[in-house]
């Protein structure tokens, strides 16, 4: 089983409410990543987290806040979001990190957010 | 970052091969080439990686260069199912930490 589920599909959000983006593993992997895609843009890569760790986080803004309660399961917080930050939010985990490894993300199908 | 060139569009008739070329002429010693793919609307789908040596597995082959400046992922026979767009990608390493970053990638439209 590859498969990474993330809830909800699609989310309509205020800019001043509090919701959150869930993503699920059961594939013992310790890696854990969210990304963000603009449409017809690459996904670009938001956090990565290691063992429950946060391991990168590429200059996110704090509006988005990431939580990894175990090894399996890996959240987005959001609150006080902008209309540009309107997006598909993926998640994907790999087996490991460092050097070697045989890293093979694995990607979830996303969560389509609209920010009104 | 090693940075990858991927043409923008291709198009291939179906049950044609697809030949799909990348530059990567920055890469390192260490750092593998990945291949995905994503379908529109949904999650990018992992097609095959290399090092050094050409690969192959059920969905495709991935040929490298001697001197590992390109490569070509090679969808041997192309289905309408294979419409897509195909990312090129140097993992990169630092400090213990592996990356990917996608590029611009190529739409590939496959012609009935």
């Known amino acids: 089983d590859t498969e990474v589920t993330q809830t909800p599909k699609h989310l309509v959000m205020g800019m001043t409410n509090k919701k959150s983006l869930k993503c699920e593993q059961h594939m013992g992997h310790r890696a854990m990543y969210w990304y963000k895609q603009k449409a017809k843009k690459p996904p670009e890569l938001m956090f990565v987290y290691s063992y429950e760790k946060l391991s990168i986080n590429e200059s996110v803004p704090s509006r988005f806040s990431p939580e990894c309660p175990n090894s399996s399961l890996l959240n987005l917080h959001l609150h006080a979001l902008q209309p540009e930050d309107s997006a598909l939010y993926l998640c994907?985990?790999?087996?490991?990190?460092?050097?070697?490894?045989?890293?093979?993300?694995?990607f979830g199908a996303g969560t389509r957010l609209s920010v009104l | 970052d090693a940075k990858t060139t991927q043409p923008p569009s291709m198009d291939c008739a179906e049950g044609r091969a697809a030949n799909l070329p990348c530059n990567h002429s920055t890469i390192s010693g260490n750092e593998y080439v990945y291949w995905y793919r994503q379908i529109h609307s949904q999650g990018p789908q992992y097609i095959i990686h290399?090092?050094?040596n050409n690969e192959t597995n059920e969905m495709a082959s991935l040929i490298i260069t001697e001197d590992r400046k390109s490569s070509t992922l090679i969808l041997p026979h192309a289905t309408l199912r294979d419409t897509a767009v195909y990312y090129c990608?140097?993992?990169?390493?630092?400090?213990?930490?592996?990356?990917?970053?996608f590029g611009t990638g190529t739409r590939l439209t496959i012609i009935p």
């Open positions: 990608i140097v993992r990169v390493h630092s400090f213990g930490n592996e990356k990917l970053t």
């Open positions: 290399g090092l050094k």
């Open positions: 994907a985990s790999s087996q490991t990190q460092g050097a070697g490894a045989k890293n093979i993300q694995y």
